[in-house]
């Protein structure tokens, strides 16, 4: 199976910061990578598709970026609904793994 | 109203098995793919497999294969999930996802708790 790595893990930052979230895969997975959203007590919500692609109706300040083996996840201006913890997906093959996830707090 | 309904929490014993139901609605069921994700109180997602609602086609995760099944039924556009030989590990909330074709996932249910206890 591919592995899927998070980093940081959790990170802690205000409204109106820019975030960035990196994942890394275990071997190239060209572009073939979705980032979810998940709030406690809740489904995951999807994001980003295809490494880049903005889900209809998501905010424009979430982007995503990269290919092959690493990806990033950025908000350009954090928002309070924005506090939640977000995972990637690697689709590339037919055993789907996620990240371990980032959890993004209130500093 | 696009969405997945999912049956609702169930307790079972160690040994035994359990089947969740997700209930598609609002949009052509046959034209889509659907996953079981669980995850674990305070754990992040695990994938268990996929099932193709046009033809019935199924990946299996290797962590599961043996004791899982996915099935469809077109008629009522309801996917089903059994596990079987049930762990106290296998307690999680489990979430059926809608995909289509490109595999990742578009549309959640709610999410189902599993709760394996003696």
């Known amino acids: 199976d591919i592995q899927m790595t998070q980093s940081p893990s959790t990170l802690s930052a205000s409204v109106g910061d820019r975030v960035t979230i990196t994942c890394r895969a275990s071997?190239?997975?060209?572009?073939?990578l979705a980032w979810y959203q998940q709030k406690p007590g809740k489904a995951p919500n999807l994001l980003i598709y295809?490494?880049?692609n903005l889900e209809a109706g998501v905010p424009s300040r979430f982007s995503g970026s990269g290919s092959g083996t690493e990806f990033t996840l950025t908000i350009s201006s954090l928002q309070p609904e924005d506090f939640a913890t977000y995972y990637c997906q690697q689709y590339y093959t037919y055993s789907f793994t996620f990240g371990p996830g980032t959890k993004v707090d209130i500093k | 109203q696009v969405q997945l309904v999912q049956s609702g929490a169930e307790v079972k014993k160690p040994g035994s098995s359990v089947m969740v139901s997700c209930k598609a609605s609002?949009?052509?069921?046959?034209?889509?793919?659907f996953s079981w994700v669980r995850q674990a109180p305070g754990q992040g997602l695990e994938w268990m497999g996929w099932i193709s609602a046009n033809n019935g086609n199924i990946k299996y995760s290797q962590n599961f294969q043996g004791r899982v099944t996915m099935t469809t039924d077109t008629s009522t556009s309801t996917v089903y999930m059994e596990l079987r030989s049930l762990r106290s590990d296998d307690t999680a909330v489990y979430y059926c996802?809608?995909?289509?074709?490109?595999?990742?996932?578009?549309?959640w249910g709610r999410g189902t708790l599993v709760t394996v206890s003696s």
């Open positions: 071997q190239s997975i060209s572009r073939w």
């Open positions: 996802a809608r995909d289509g074709g490109l595999r990742y996932f578009d549309l």
């Open positions: 295809s490494a880049s």
């Open positions: 609002g949009y052509t069921f046959t034209n889509y793919g």
